[in-house]
């Protein structure tokens, strides 16, 4: 095989992605699979060398060249040197597991090898735990998600077999034509955004430093530049305690997991939908924290977060890449009460939906792609300055599947930032559960297992609210808190 046979284009966004790596936000997309029983550490290299490498984009290093990326076959390529055996110090409990975590987090992946690895931890006391570690440029989470469930069975019975390429070919080709008509509206806008996007990057720094110039562009535009224009001249986010000077140190915790249907069951009491319930946890637990930190969340507005939107067919995420866009989502947390919270992410969500944010967006990542390297870090970092944080959530398969024979018991995930973000959220539901997960920089948020472990006493007031529930109609926002006051006096 020849060099250039062995190399292909890495495409604009994913070269977008890649270059946002820097020494205070790693792209890294790092995961936890909790094992029920001893794993077998050669039947899952097996599995891995069956199934997740057919996956050519993962024995490809990532090169970045003045002229553009492409991917390159790994000719030392050596699963051993990606799928390592590791022991906990000390008790081997979750502090310790948690303590790893942060490290590896904090541990820039070999960028002259594929950009992926795994840790096998067989000391944990709760079980075998299995750590990822995959950069952003290769996968986004919903397509991480459906490559990890091809590495599982069913029934602990199941044996690794290789996945016949041919097939794979020829249902890609089948599907061509569905997923384009699928996807029609929102390319045409994709490829105009990326147009427009081109447009105005060319200008650089100078349309995030005056809006005027941005506005030039959206006069006689269309609704989808106009969306562009309006996310790219946001003001910059209130300063809090989690806006600052970012050091090269992450910390991770996770929450004991939600049972589904509970969360399900407040979603339809109070008309809106599961992701709701859960952003209104989540603002109500950040909030919580703020307050113990001596804050008033009152004072101040509320920070925003940015939230991934995927745009592409779900069974065509195994064709790895990123394809989501992004969208702005000003979190509540200046609303006292636990219902109005709730109402107003509804209604901040609803609003999401119905614009063309995150289509533009993504086009806006593919212009970025395109441009030169130089250029891409002070746009996106002022575009990081208009966003705290990054939140996002991902559906897992909700019935028991198996890795290697063992059992997956639970599973987490923690989402990369950019820039001067320096809070990432992360949600994820497994077999009946919703595991909560939260990555931050150790000088912003020291202990982010402080505002995880609020999360679920913030659900609980929703839940509570929703069994007070009169059997017609809902209560006011004002008078649920009131009911949830005199509770909490009671208990």
Not at 8 to 21: G, Q, Y
Not at 431 to 442: A, E, P, T, W, Y
Request: aromatic share 6%; net charge negative; proline share 6%.
């Amino acid at each position: 095989m020849t060099e250039e046979a062995s190399r292909e284009p890495i495409s604009k966004v994913d070269t977008a992605w890649l270059r946002m790596e820097q020494p205070t936000n790693l792209m890294m997309i790092n995961g936890i699979i909790l094992m029920d029983e001893k794993l077998d550490y050669e039947r899952l290299l097996e599995t891995i060398e069956q199934r997740f490498l057919t996956f050519r984009r993962f024995r490809q290093k990532a090169v970045d060249r003045t002229r553009g990326a492409y991917w390159e076959l790994d000719e030392d390529f050596d699963i051993r040197s990606h799928v390592l055996r590791i022991a906990l110090p000390g008790k081997a409990d979750q502090q310790e597991l948690q303590l790893l975590v942060s490290e590896l987090a904090s541990t820039p992946l070999n960028p002259y090898r594929p950009l992926w690895q795994m840790h096998v931890v067989e000391n944990y006391i709760n079980g075998p735990v299995l750590i990822t570690r995959i950069h952003h440029c290769i996968a986004d989470g919903i397509a991480l998600v459906q490559v990890f469930l091809s590495l599982t069975d069913p029934t602990p019975e199941g044996r690794p077999s290789a996945r016949k390429p041919e097939v794979w070919k020829k249902r890609r080709a089948d599907e061509a034509m569905v997923f384009q008509r699928l996807l029609t509206p929102a390319r045409e806008g994709l490829d105009f955004a990326t147009h427009v996007g081109q447009q105005m990057i060319t200008e650089g720094t100078r349309i995030l430093q005056d809006p005027a110039i941005a506005g030039n562009y959206a006069n006689e535009a269309s609704e989808i530049v106009r969306e562009l224009v309006h996310s790219l001249t946001l003001e910059n986010d209130p300063v809090t305690r989690f806006k600052g000077q970012l050091g090269t140190r992450k910390k991770v915790a996770w929450a004991e997991p939600l049972a589904l249907n509970d969360v399900k069951a407040v979603s339809k009491a109070f008309g809106c939908t599961v992701n709701d319930v859960l952003i209104a946890a989540v603002s109500g637990a950040i909030r919580q924290y703020m307050i113990s930190e001596g804050d008033s969340p009152e004072e101040v507005p509320d920070i925003r977060a940015t939230v991934p939107v995927n745009l592409r067919p779900l069974e065509h995420a195994q064709e790895l890449g990123n394809h989501f866009g992004l969208v702005f989502l000003s979190l509540p947390l200046s609303v006292k009460s636990p219902l109005e919270r709730l109402y107003a992410v509804q209604d901040r969500m609803d609003d999401l939906k119905a614009s063309k944010q995150a289509t533009v967006t993504l086009g806006f990542l593919a212009a970025l792609g395109m441009g030169p390297s130089v250029l891409q870090k002070p746009v996106l970092d002022m575009l990081s300055q208009k966003a705290s944080a990054v939140l996002t959530n991902v559906p897992g398969p909700q019935e028991p599947i198996y890795l290697a024979g063992s059992e997956m018991k639970e599973m987490m995930f923690w989402v990369p930032q950019n820039g001067n973000v320096g809070l990432g959220i992360s949600i994820l539901s497994y077999n009946g559960k919703v595991m909560f997960g939260l990555i931050s920089d150790r000088r912003l948020v020291a202990e982010p297992g402080k505002i995880i472990s609020r999360f679920e006493a913030e659900f609980e007031k929703l839940l509570y609210l929703g069994l007070m529930l009169p059997l017609e109609g809902q209560p006011s926002p004002q008078t649920a808190y009131n009911l949830l006051e005199g509770f909490q006096k009671e208990s």
